[in-house]
């Protein structure tokens, strides 16, 4: 079933969750494959994402290619059955997962370049503490504007409204916490080990750029969002994917452009539903599916077939 409102979104990292995927493993066959790749080009990468901690899935190096391999399976197995989006967007390392569906890059290639980023942003993790967080109930502004107060800490992913992450040294996150209680909001800690999208990845993001001439990219199958523009992907597709990885995530403005171009129905493909409360937020009048293991899976084709 191939229509024009209906969009894959890929989480980023955070969503992860020690067993994911190992439903659609077990199950699905066409998700048993995108697996099979992986792990002829990971050894080791199948037990890690069945079998590791929360601890082992927590190091980036580890997280980015989990969530690939889990997400592509994901996609791969609404295709089989059948679905066929018009539009595609990722969060963060999600955008690779989307550039590899549409066909830009082989999975194989989606996998080593994922693989790659992981490793380049890890290294620029470990220069010093640095972490995320999400703030709550506060408006885009009066995040900016308590961001301001601090010297190192960045408002980097524009969620949806009342949602906005940070990014920082863990020390200034943790007192930019408690200011933001002070003004009524909240600040949810993320599973992660990294200032990501931040000027603490120039380096990684530079590095990125450099390497990424050894990769061939196409024009995407289908129409794919940028994470730093958010509208399609046109002109110098590399620029946008290694700038994405030191730029913020317009997210928000992303969903509303995809909207605004007929998009109706978006199916979250991959671990948990990050992406789904967001949208929601951003949206009443879209439906938002979830597809992370064969119920879900089974569910979503169902409501497609019936329409909107």
């Keep these: 079933m191939s229509k024009s409102d209906i969009a894959f979104v890929f989480p980023g990292q955070g969503s992860q969750y020690p067993g994911m995927g190992r ?19 990971r050894p080791g990468i199948t037990g890690l994402i069945l079998d590791g901690s929360a601890d082992d899935l927590k190091k980036t190096i580890n997280t980015q290619p989990a ?14 059955a059948g679905v066929t989006p018009a539009g ?16 830009a ?3 194989r290639e989606g996998f080593r370049m994922v693989s790659l980023r992981s490793r380049l ?14 703030i709550l109930a506060l408006d885009d502004g009066d995040v900016e504007s308590v961001c301001g107060e601090f010297a190192d800490v960045y408002p980097v992913n524009y969620n949806c409204p009342g949602q906005v992450t ?14 933001v209680r002070e003004l009524g909001g909240r600040a949810a800690p993320l599973k992660v080990s990294g200032a990501f999208h931040s000027p603490f990845m120039k380096g990684a993001a530079d590095e990125f750029l450099s390497e990424l001439a050894s990769f061939e ?10 994470n730093m523009t958010a509208e399609p992907y046109v ?18 403005a992303t969903i509303r452009n995809m909207i605004s171009a007929g998009v109706k129905t978006f199916v979250e493909t991959g671990p948990g539903k990050v992406l789904s409360g967001m949208i929601s937020r951003i949206s009443g009048d879209v439906r938002v599916l979830n597809v992370e293991d064969t119920a879900g899976l089974a569910k979503a084709v169902e409501a497609l077939a019936a329409g909107f």
């Excluded at 592509?72 to 197995?77: C, D, K």
């Excluded at 940070?166 to 200011?179: F, K």
């Excluded at 590399?238 to 030191?246: D, E, K, P, W, Y």
């Design 166 to 179: 940070v990014s920082g040294p863990a020390e200034e996150i943790s007192a930019l916490g408690r200011r």
């Design 217 to 226: 990219v196409k024009a995407p199958g289908t129409p794919l969002y940028s």
């Design 235 to 252: 002109g110098d597709f590399v620029s946008l994917l290694a700038g994405q990885m030191r730029s913020p995530v317009l997210w928000s």
């Design 23 to 41: 439903d659609l493993y077990e199950s699905n066959r066409a998700a048993r494959r995108v697996f099979e790749m992986a792990e002829e080009a």
């Design 67 to 80: 969530m690939f391999c889990v997400e592509l399976a994901a996609a791969e197995a609404l295709s089989d």
């Design 88 to 103: 595609l967007a990722g969060f963060s390392l999600g955008e690779i997962t989307a550039l590899a569906f549409s066909g």
């Design 121 to 134: 942003m890890e290294k620029a993790s470990g220069q010093a503490d640095l972490t995320m967080a999400a």
């Design 105 to 107: 890059v082989t999975y």
